[in-house]
């Protein structure tokens, strides 16, 4: 495998000098590009008191090309699909190299707190949410203390 | 922030506040140290015995390098020298004014070579270990001639009105470095007995002969040297500027010589940098299937260097580092030929000895098959760098030119709110990183600035420009531009 690019080692230094508040982001050990991530779910949101897993790719081409990034804890959003994947235009056609692991996983936190059943690419729990938002805001919260909640992980 | 917070719709989210500062880093204020890099320029005294005689050998050393240069200059690049002067051969020859065989390479890349980097200037036959080999700036170089004393032997200004004995001085300023040389060289020259040391004192020998023809490469040098003559050297500088790096190598850089008025060009190749330890060798030939790796070696690698040339011999030539950074070039009985500065080194299929080499030197491997139509069939030619001399050092103009820059950089944008979020975020650090290296925007580097103002290291910038050129999608603030815009002066 080629050597890790020096663009990559700043960026996981700088996460763990400077590191996001409610946000972890560890390289594994055989694969530094590959990333365990934790998110804690935005407090004023329905995942409140969750602490998300994700995962984290950095493609060959990165940063010319968006990270690959999947929620590991199963999570009821209207733009996260049942396998995790997430729907988010920075991840996508709005990805800029100037962005980086950190300000993708700000976005995402972002996202949480600030679900958009409106998104065309949104998924089934995008129908659910529109038709009755109290609803779904309610089984996002059951889902997150079944499936996120700190003290059951 | 935009790529805090934007999602399908737009909608402005919390994360805003929280991730303003956190994109960048601080600006790294340590550029500003480059500037106390500046090479220093003690020179060693040469030993007395080497002083003062500018002696009837310069006309004929003179006389015989032109014929030399003529001589080759009329034939084909393949001429071989039957006349064993015009070589640079064996060091028996170094202490008998056998300045003719060293030619430094002409024109520009001997002018350039000139301005851009000052010699080493230590003409102490008994102590080679004091060459030296620096990166100059345009400031050191008028600290030169800014530098002499009254009383000093101002060779710029004295050797025009009172040229010694026997030297051809001519009006050219180039011709003045030349005859500047041939003083220098004749004064070392005549240190006697110097031949002695027989053998095993070859590369010693040759070393001392090189000095003496890099310090007097230089014309500024030369009323230096004499200022400095009762100096004694900082042996630590002088480790330093000998370019050796802090693993203990020495390194070379080989760059294709493309002449461009020529139908043939010489094979293309892209800059190969290699490092040796001091005392080792490293190989030149051609491609092959078994030298593959070789040939996609990391630059600074001491893999042997390979051209995909069919005139280049498997084991066609090596260079060789002695322990205090010279390098030479031998043919190892190449077919074809290696040529420094147009003087063919040995027969075909004869080794030759080992040549002291100096940066700005032209080697080509082979001549041209069949009109060189075929790039496989291409010479190869190209010059020689030592030590990191290629390395700029970085002086008054480049650190005021970016600052200037640093100004331009004003980060503001005005395309929509959003950019204007990103943009600041972004920018917020001026001309501090580049975005997509996220290492620091350094004087002497090659930067791309965007209409938009922001700045990134051309290389790294590169792979976008040219995906939409002329349309420019401004990675940081997202800005579109049009780089084909027509460029006018409004006044
Ligand atoms: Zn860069
Ligand atoms: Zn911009």
Redesign the pocket.
Known sequence: MAALPK?IIKETERLVSDPVPGITATPSEDNLRYFHVTIEGPSASPYAGGLFKLELYLPDDYPMCAPKVRFLTKIYHPNIDKLGRICLDVLKDNWSPALQIRTILLSIQALLAAPNPDDPLANDVAEDWKKDEQAAIKMAQEWTAKYASTSSQ | MYIGAKTKTGKESPVSAQSSGLSLSPVDKKMLSGSGERATHEAEAPSSNGEGSSSGNNSLDEQSRNEGRDAHYNEPSGAYSSTGDLLRSSSNNAGQGTSSGRRSSFGLGFLSSFTNSIRPQAPNVDSPQNFMSNSPTIANISQYTSGNGPGSFDILSNEQSHPPANTQVQSSSGSDIDAANDLNITRVNEVPEEDGSGGEGLLADETARIQQERESDNSNTSANVEQQRNRTSDSEQNSISRGVDKDGFFSVRLTPVIDHSSSTSGLYFSPVIRRIKPLTSIPIGRYTEKNKSAAHAPQGSSAPIVFKSKVVSRTHALFQCNKDGQWFLKDCKSSSGTFLNHIRLSRASEESTLMPLMDGDIIQLGMDYRGGTEEVYRCVKMRCEFNKSWQRKVNNFNLEIHQKLKSLAIGTSTNGENNQAIGKALAGDGLS???????K?DPC?ALFISPCSHC??Y???RPIIIKSYPQFYCPNCRAVCDLETDIEDDD
Do not use: F, G, T
């Open positions: 663009r | 990183e580049c975005a997509i290296c996220l290492m925007l580097q990134w290291h290389k790294c910038i």
